[in-house]
């Protein structure tokens, strides 16, 4: 659907705030996030015939054989980066742009970085359309941005194989890394932060699935 033909009526805004009661009601406790998500017309980044799975908290397919993460992921992902209105975030796997979108309503400045170029284009037509302007990239994310280089957050939106050391050295003193590591299949969710001494500490918050992370860092 072109960007001009989409509507948010008040039925999609009650399903969403349906949505985010049913996300509080798991656990999801940052309110910042929530009002950010409530903001974001999910069904933005479906095609028209998928409306009704916007607003179910489920992964769902887009284009390339990727997925739209589940809004509990997308929830707890935000919740654990922390986030200050300081912060400089890079996000690894732009993918549709909704977690994106999240980032941008929560007033953070923000970077990302998708592996496919067709997903890449379409994100950043959707974004501009919403008014919202992160700055992003096209290429091998696992590898992070340099240049750009340090942020105070990374968040990785696909399941890679091990920590990408890559990633670490891009962040901060204090700086965390939300990340899913396991297999192609199953990952398990953890957040490290980077000590003085460059040292990590690590927390494990449990099971979770993603696409795999693909590039040099990754799977492929």
């Given amino acids: 659907m072109h960007p001009n033909q989409l509507i948010d009526s008040h039925r999609h805004q009650g399903m969403r705030r ?15 996030v929530l009002e950010a998500m409530n903001l ?7 095609d028209p015939g998928f409306v009704e799975h916007a607003y179910q908290d489920k992964a769902f397919p887009i284009d390339a054989g990727q997925t739209i993460s589940q809004p509990y992921t997308v929830a707890r992902q935000t919740e654990l980066l922390e986030l200050k209105p300081t912060d400089k975030v890079l996000e690894i796997g732009t993918g549709s742009g909704y977690q994106c979108a999240v980032l941008c309503a ?8 998708e592996y496919i170029e067709v997903l890449h284009r379409k994100a950043g037509l ?28 990374i968040l990785v939106t696909a399941g890679a ?13 204090g700086g965390l890394l939300v990340i899913p590591i396991g297999d192609q299949k199953q990952q398990r969710m953890f957040r490290f932060r980077k000590l003085a001494n460059g040292q990590v500490e690590q ?18």
């Fill in 18 to 32: 349906q949505l985010m009661l049913q996300l509080r009601d798991k656990g999801i406790k940052d309110l910042r």
């Fill in 40 to 46: 974001i017309p999910r069904h933005y980044f479906f």
């Fill in 106 to 113: 929560m007033g953070i400045k923000t970077y990302s970085i």
């Fill in 126 to 153: 959707m974004l501009d359309y919403m008014g919202y302007h992160p700055t992003l990239f096209l290429g091998d994310g696992s590898k992070g941005i340099p240049l750009y280089a340090p942020f105070s957050k």
């Fill in 161 to 173: 194989p091990t920590i990408p050391q890559l990633l670490i050295n891009q962040l901060t003193i």
């Fill in 203 to 220: 927390e494990d918050h449990g099971a979770f699935s993603f696409v795999p992370l693909v590039g040099q860092q990754g799977w492929r």
